[in-house]
């Protein structure tokens, strides 16, 4: 009986050892839709301008406990490898307002309220071209999201399934 208790106290001991740190991670996109350009328009070598593919606006959010030291070091949006870099945010709940209809500004919260560290993530290069392994293939085929990052120097993975969508957002 005491060999099978202290088994299993050296298992719980050495699993929480070696396992990953709990990450929870908050992804949004928001389509972002191009003001009117007139018509007959040309640019400065005389061809007409054309409307400009609506970009989109991603929120991504990580939040972990204070004590783990977590480098997110690149992401994977719909199999597109992105650069970025991380911000830390001080006050939660972070909350994002559309200010699209006036008179009706709408409230969403990105990160709810939480005494974890919570770092944003923000794309900071166009989408690079790069031999990716099975295993990212496979991940990045199954899940809008995967996050790359370092903890404890090693590299992990972290995805969302899905990427919530934010209503979109008109510029002028």
């Not at 009706?104 to 974890?116: G, R, Y």
């Not at 989408?127 to 085929?141: D, F, R, S, V």
């Not at 899940?143 to 209503?167: E, G, H, M, R, S």
């Amino acid at each position: 009986m005491k060999k099978n208790l202290l088994f299993f106290i050296a298992l719980t001991i050495g699993l929480n050892l070696f396992s990953q740190p709990v990450i929870k991670i908050f992804g949004f996109e928001q389509e972002s839709l191009p003001g009117t350009i007139p018509v007959g328009v040309k640019d400065e070598n005389g061809n007409p301008v054309k409307k400009a593919a609506t970009p989109k606006n991603y929120f991504i959010f990580l939040s972990f406990k204070k004590k783990y030291s977590v480098t997110p070091i690149q992401m994977f949006i719909r199999g597109k490898a992105f650069t970025i870099q991380s911000t830390s945010i001080e006050k939660t709940p972070v909350a994002y307002i559309n200010n699209t209809i006036h008179d009706n500004a709408e409230k969403t919260i990105l990160v709810p309220q939480t005494s974890d560290k919570v770092i944003k993530l923000q794309i900071i290069e166009t989408p690079k071209q790069e031999k990716k392994t099975a295993y990212i293939q496979n991940l990045t085929g199954k899940n809008d999201l995967v996050i790359a990052y370092l903890w404890n120097k090693k590299k992990y993975f972290i995805t969302l399934k899905k990427l919530k969508k934010l209503d979109p957002v008109a510029n002028e």
